[in-house]
Structure formats: C-alpha cells, structure tokens
C-alpha cells in the first residue's frame, strides 16, 4: 500500500528535493526513513523494532529489497528520524495529497460544487522538556492548572465525501487555528464549497478563503451584526460583514448571503442557526439545501477521528520527543491516511492480501517465535494518574450513530434581532 501510494522514484526526489540524501552507505537510507515513518502510522501500536522488520517483509514480499538485512536498534531508528526531519514528509504530502472524489462519488459534490471543510484539532505529544516548550500546554481547572501534555495544533482541509486531507499546518497550541487555516487557502481552487463553523468567522479570513475562486458556506455567531439588505423569495437576505476594525464606520463591507434557521418540528428546541454563502442567487442554491447541506461539514470531524482514535489509538500519544519529529510524525499520520482513503487501482480492486500464492506461515514459526521477549527490568513507580478526568459524558455504543438531519427537517427562520441591535460585529 504504502510504495503505491508513495512510489519510491517520487520518495528518491523530494529527498533530493529537501537536500536529505545521505553521505555515505547507512543501514537506515533516507528513503528507508521515509518509508519506516509512514509504516510506524500504520503500525501506530508497535515498538520501533518490530515496525521496522514488519516494514522490510513487505518490501522483500514486493520484490523492492533484496539483499540481507538486520534490524537497527532503537537508537539508530531514533537517529535517523533525526537526521530525515519533517521537510521529506511535508514535501511528499505536497506532492501526493489531493481531492480523490470522481463524478459518481456519493456524498462529494452539491449540484456543481466540490464539498470541503476545514477545521482544526490538536494533537497530544510526549511529555519532554522540548514540546512543552515549543508546544505549550493547555490550562485546566483540575489538579495543577494546566494539562497532562504538551498539544500540537492542526488545521486541515477534507475532502467531505472521500474524507481525503488535502491541505495542513502544524504549530504551536498558541498559534490559533484560523491562523494555521490562512496557510491553507491557496490550496482552494475555483468549484469547491468551502463549509465552515463559527469559530471560522471574520472579514480578513473570508477574503483569504475566497481568493482562489472558491465559494463560502460558513456558520456565524448568534452576536454578529448582519443587517437586511435586501430579502430574497427563499427566505433568505443579503447583508454585508466588515472587519472588526472598521463596525463603526462601515467603509470597507463585503456583501453576503444569510440563511437563518431552526431544526426540527416547530423549531426543535430553539437554536437558531446563521450561515454566510458568497452564493448570492437562491436560483444557484436555495436556501433550504444549503441549510441541509450544512450537516456535511461534519465529515471533517469524522476524519479526524479516523486519523486519531481509528488509524492511531483512544488517548492517543505521539511518539516523537523533539519538536521536528512530532511535525514528521504528524505528516507521516496524515501521508498514511491518504494512502488508505485513495480509490484502489482496478487491477487490485478484488484483490487480497497477503496474495493468493503466499505460503504462509512456517510451522516452527507458529511453534516458537524467533524473537522472545527480554527479561523485565524492575520497575517502581508512584501512584498517580497522567490523565484527569473528562467533563464530557462518556461516549457509547447508541452514540456512535446519531439520527442525521436532512432537508425536511430544516425550517427557516426570519432574521434575528442581531441583524439590528447588535453593536458587536465580524
């Protein structure tokens, strides 16, 4: 999977590419590096030994290795991690990540839009002097004061029906995500809808995200001020949004679109939901769909918990104890989940694995493994939890498939009283 998604020519030129190309004859080549970091995603619940000697099998199965070969330790592997940095990584997701969906993707497209979220997430990485320090941690109102582990910022964009990552920056836990999400918008190309959620908002970030030609559905808060320009016959309105530096005079605005509405019968509980569209005509989109449609910004969500509690683990933990390696590490997850979110080629579409003609397992393999297990050391330690405990409720089986809203359930709304009274602004 991984030598097809990332084929070892293309692996060989973006090494070259970030000057990383070795010096001498090592047992660890940058390309093996690259290689082993993406495989160390994949194998997220195995030691650095085992991931590499996993890694090596495939690639002796695939014809690619074909001399001798021992298992480095640890501290090479740790070594050569160093020595790669996260600029291979990077550059080959560059190169390699785009949106996948075809014409008869289910789920991808609205009318004639290609359907994209972005959003932003963190990461939990190791407890070392280093990414605390580079990283930051978060505050809590438990115990000390602040969290258990430095946190990496993410911000990506997703594909909504495939749920392939297209777009990413790593950063500090200070660095806000709206300001990670800047970086991303040149990847925004004319024919996506962009959906968004509130946290999102602002005049500078919309014109960003719009530069490319790209089309806009993003929540707004219950506060922001968006006055009635003109209604339109879907019940929708035009409004204007302007910076925060600029609410009172209003010289630099920037027309929009504004759906208001509810869920449920007569309203469901209430909540009245703001969305801002650079979709001006409702012939182009009616309001109603674009309300329904706003759902599919939770596919982002989705990946990202595919990519954290699936293809990583509950709770999950980087590896990486430098700061360098946990932007290589952070890549190498979003590399691997590409590889596997990537439409099969057709000749492999029915295929299976391990291949047909696999002997399989030796029978002393199945009797005595090669590599037993050392002996434990002695290990005390004291009796305290790394962890506090969650204000969240804890999530169950029933959870794991909530009933969806879809467009009959959507009741339009007229405009609320921030449209009028409101001083505060975007």
Not at 45 to 67: D, M, N, P
Not at 118 to 123: K, N, R, S
Not at 202 to 228: M, Q
Not at 365 to 370: D, F, G, K, L, T
């Amino acid at each position: 999977m991984l030598t097809r998604a990332f084929p070892p020519e293309l692996v060989d030129e973006v090494v070259a590419g970030c000057g990383r190309v070795e010096q001498r004859t090592r047992l660890l080549p940058a390309r093996v590096v690259v290689y082993f970091v993406l495989a160390m995603c994949l194998f997220f619940g195995q030691g650095y030994k085992e991931v590499a000697r996993l890694l090596v099998q495939g690639l002796e199965r695939e014809g690619r290795w074909a001399t001798a070969w021992r298992v480095p330790t640890t501290a090479a592997i740790g070594r050569a991690r160093l020595r790669l940095g996260p600029e291979p990584l990077r550059a080959l997701f560059a190169r390699v990540c785009r949106p996948v969906a075809v014409a008869r993707t289910q789920g991808a497209w609205y009318r004639r839009w290609r359907l994209v979220a972005v959003d932003g997430t963190v990461f939990d990485v190791p407890d070392t002097a280093a990414n605390a320090q580079f990283f930051g941690r978060p505050g809590t109102s438990r115990g000390q004061g602040r969290s258990a582990y430095p946190q990496a910022r993410v911000a990506a964009l997703a594909e909504c029906g495939t749920h392939a990552v297209f777009a990413a920056e790593v950063g500090p836990l200070g660095v806000h995500e709206t300001a990670l999400a800047q970086r991303l918008f040149p990847a925004l190309t004319k024919g996506m809808l962009v959906l968004a959620d509130r946290g999102f908002c602002g005049l500078d970030l919309w014109r960003a995200a719009k530069a490319g030609g790209a089309d806009l559905l993003w929540r707004v808060r219950s506060t922001v001020v968006l006055p009635v320009l003109q209604t339109l016959a879907d019940g929708s309105h035009l409004s204007q949004i302007v910076a925060a530096r600029d609410h009172y005079r209003r010289a630099d605005p920037e027309r929009v679109r504004v759906i208001e509405y509810t869920f449920g019968p007569r309203g469901g509980d209430g909540t009245v939901y703001r969305l801002i569209t650079t979709i001006l005509g409702p012939g182009q989109a009616p309001a109603e769909e674009l309300a329904a449609l706003y759902a599919q910004r939770w596919e982002i969500e989705n990946t990202l918990d595919e990519i954290k509690n699936h293809q990583g683990v509950p709770g999950l933990v980087l590896r990486s104890q430098h700061p360098r390696g946990v932007e290589q590490e952070i890549f190498a997850f979003l590399l691997v989940h590409h590889a596997l979110r990537r439409p099969p080629p057709r000749h492999r579409a029915g295929g299976a694995f391990p291949p047909p003609d696999w002997p399989g397992p030796s029978p002393k393999a199945c009797v005595r493994s090669p590599r037993p297990l050392p002996a434990r050391r002695l290990r005390s330690n004291p009796r305290m939890i790394k962890r506090k405990m969650s204000n969240w409720a804890l999530k169950r089986t029933e959870h794991h498939s909530p009933p969806r809203p879809h467009p009959p359930t959507v009741r339009l709304a007229g405009p609320t009283r921030a449209t009028s009274t409101s001083r505060k602004t975007t």
